[in-house]
């Protein structure tokens, strides 16, 4: 069974900072990840699929990168409304999982 | 514009039963798989099943395989859970997702708002 690992579990940054947020597999998930942030109070919603697509309306300060098992969700300059918490999740092997997710608060 | 409404969640003694609706607007609901997905308070995510466009594959996780059963209706642009035999550990925000694909990428492009459930004594 895959484990997701996520890190940092808080990550601490002021607006305008770039945003680095990493998705570790225990085994290759290939290229099918998923990251989804989500604000409180919130459903989840889907930033980029199959590792580096962004999703249908997500800005392009958004990117996502990696292969295998290790994945990076890159915000560019951080935004007023970006701080939330970002999960990942693997389609690959049974069964399909959400990471614990990092938590993005302003410094 | 897509739509998610959940509904049918509530306080339910543990062993008893809830069924949970969700009704889909915005887009051809036949087209696409749909899943349910939930969050207990505080905690992150866990995908519960998913149903593919035309009922021909179902799956659920290991967690409610057995107790729940996921159903739609076409007709209707409907989405149900039946939740038998719930447990304290069922507690949670239970989502309606929508999926990318007909058959189940499980990649959830549209979320509800979630209906909270609620299992205790």
């Known amino acids: 069974e895959i484990v997701l690992t996520q890190s940092p579990g808080t990550l601490s940054l002021s607006p305008g900072e770039r945003a680095t947020l990493s998705c570790r597999a225990s085994?290759?998930?290939?290229?099918?990840l998923a990251w989804y942030q989500q604000k409180p109070g919130q459903p989840p919603r889907l930033l980029i699929y199959?590792?580096?697509n962004r999703a249908t309306g997500i800005p392009a300060r958004f990117s996502g990168s990696g292969s295998g098992t290790d994945f990076t969700l890159t915000i560019s300059t951080l935004e007023p409304e970006d701080f939330a918490v970002y999960y990942c999740?693997?389609?690959?092997?049974?069964?399909?999982?959400f990471g614990p997710g990092t938590k993005v608060d302003i410094k | 514009e897509v739509q998610l409404v959940e509904s049918g969640g509530g306080l339910v003694q543990p062993g008893r039963s809830l069924r949970l609706s969700c009704a889909a607007s915005?887009?051809?609901?036949?087209?696409?798989?749909m899943h349910w997905v939930r969050q207990a308070p505080g905690k992150g995510l866990e995908w519960v099943s998913a149903?593919?466009?035309?009922?021909?594959?179902?799956s659920y996780a290991d967690s409610v395989k057995g107790r729940f059963t996921i159903s739609r209706d076409n007709a209707k642009n409907s989405l149900y859970l039946q939740m038998n035999s719930l447990r304290a550990e069922d507690t949670a925000l239970y989502y309606c997702?929508?999926?990318?694909?007909?058959?189940?990428?499980?990649?959830?492009?549209?979320w509800g708002q979630g209906t909270l459930v609620t299992v205790s004594s």
């Open positions: 997702a929508k999926d990318m694909d007909s058959n189940g990428w499980h990649i959830f492009d549209y």
């Open positions: 915005g887009f051809t609901f036949d087209d696409y798989a």
């Open positions: 149903i593919s466009w035309n009922s021909g594959s179902i």
């Open positions: 085994q290759s998930v290939t290229r099918y």
């Open positions: 199959e590792a580096s």
């Open positions: 999740h693997q389609r690959t092997n049974w069964p399909f999982i």
